[in-house]
């Protein structure tokens, strides 16, 4: 079975700086796709940030960039000039090529102070 | 910007009471998804829906659960019998693929579901 571990239950980060979230996953699968959603107080899921497993090119998205370690199966991201909108929980989430259910990891929750 | 619909955004019930949580996925999505998030917990996958049928479920989709698309906009998720440990954040999520490049899932706002 598929699992998502996020080590890291709370992180915090001045604005501006910038602030590293940890994912691991374990999986047999080949071809996969990762994801980061945030989750404002609101409860929304947003997503940020999607990985596949076949590109060996780490995805961007403005100030969300990851560091994807297939090897390890790492998954981290990385918030540049970190902003208070982006205090939020933090998912990572894991689906295979072949299917389609997400399987999250237990979060992380970021606060971002002056 | 299309989006995941939800109704109602809150829903308390008591305990042994049917409820039925509506979403309105994106239109041109076909793949959707039932997710719950219990207070302070990670999200979990409850079902997948595809072409009319149910194409995954998880462990805590029992027999208390379906889900019916009933026309070509709305999918819904009916508790029969509704237990406090149903009390949760629930999320509809749609996709345009399952498998392709397309396959992110966007969710709704959710509906809090209460049970007394």
């Known amino acids: 079975a598929q699992t998502v571990t996020q080590s890291q239950p709370e992180m915090s980060v001045q604005e501006a700086e910038t602030v590293t979230l940890s994912c691991t996953y374990d999986?047999?699968?080949?071809?996969?796709?990762l994801f980061w959603y945030k989750q404002p107080p609101s409860r929304q899921m947003i997503l940020v940030i999607r990985?596949?497993?076949?590109?060996?090119q780490n995805a961007t998205e403005n100030r969300f960039s990851v560091n994807f370690q297939k090897a390890a199966k790492s998954f981290s991201l990385k918030i540049s000039d970190s902003q208070l909108g982006d205090a939020a929980m933090y998912f990572c989430?894991?689906?295979?090529?072949?299917?389609?259910?997400?399987?999250f990891g237990t979060g992380t929750r970021l606060q971002v102070t002056l | 910007e299309p989006e995941v619909t939800q109704t109602p955004s809150h829903q308390v019930t008591q305990m042994g009471q049917e409820v039925i949580l509506r979403c309105v996925p994106i239109?041109?999505?076909?793949?959707f998804y039932w997710y719950r998030q219990i207070l302070g917990q990670k999200v979990e996958f409850l079902v997948s829906f595809y072409n009319n049928e149910i194409s995954e479920k998880s462990e805590i989709f029992d027999d208390q659960f379906s889900v019916e698309r009933p026309d070509g906009s709305n999918f819904t998720l009916k508790i029969r019998s509704t237990k406090l440990e149903d009390s949760a954040m629930y999320f509809c999520?749609?996709?345009?693929?399952?498998?392709?490049?397309?396959?992110?899932?966007?969710f709704g706002p959710g509906t809090r579901l209460t049970v007394l």
């Open positions: 239109s041109n999505h076909l793949y």
């Open positions: 990985q596949e497993a076949y590109k060996q």
């Open positions: 999986t047999s699968e080949s071809d996969y796709y």
């Open positions: 989430a894991y689906t295979p090529g072949t299917a389609s259910k997400l399987t």
């Open positions: 999520a749609s996709s345009y693929s399952g498998t392709s490049r397309h396959n992110e899932q966007f």
